[in-house]
């Protein structure tokens, strides 16, 4: 799966950030999915990974799941677009080992609007902040 999120196509300017956080994409989560830096908390690596689902980047997803919980590859929905994601709360800042997001992810599919609800598990593992289960989903 291919993207334009993060380029300039002429006359149109950057592309935001699909995390909802208003800045550039590539000033955002874009430089955590070319791994220019890591993420500092378990929220921001939640961002990352949301965005990652949006613009179709495996790689990235699988690199920031942790080994123990990691699939083989991550299965992308033909026809389903993210469309918006609620940061309901978090912990896990720069200095813990442990961190937890719960979030509203918005996507569309078939020409339903659609939700998931999570709330996400994140360790560090090797120094940086990894994506380890789901305490609790609902779609």
Known sequence: MTSNLGREVEGT???????????????CCGRLHSRAT?????????????????????GYLLHSWHP??????VRFVDGQRWTGLEILGSSGGPFDQEGVV??????ERG?????????????????????????????
């Open 13 to 27: 300017g950057p592309t935001r950030c699909p995390c909802g956080s208003g800045a550039e994409y590539g000033a």
């Open 102 to 107: 719960e979030f509203v992810a918005s996507y």
């Open 38 to 58: 890591g993420a500092v908390t378990a929220e921001e690596l939640m961002r990352s990974r949301y965005s990652a689902f949006a613009v179709g980047d495996e």
């Open 111 to 139: 020409g339903e609007a659609r939700e998931l609800r999570e709330v996400s598990r994140f360790v560090r593992h090797e120094k940086r902040w990894v994506y380890l289960d789901a305490i609790a989903a609902s779609v």
């Open 68 to 73: 123990t919980t990691r699939p083989d590859h």
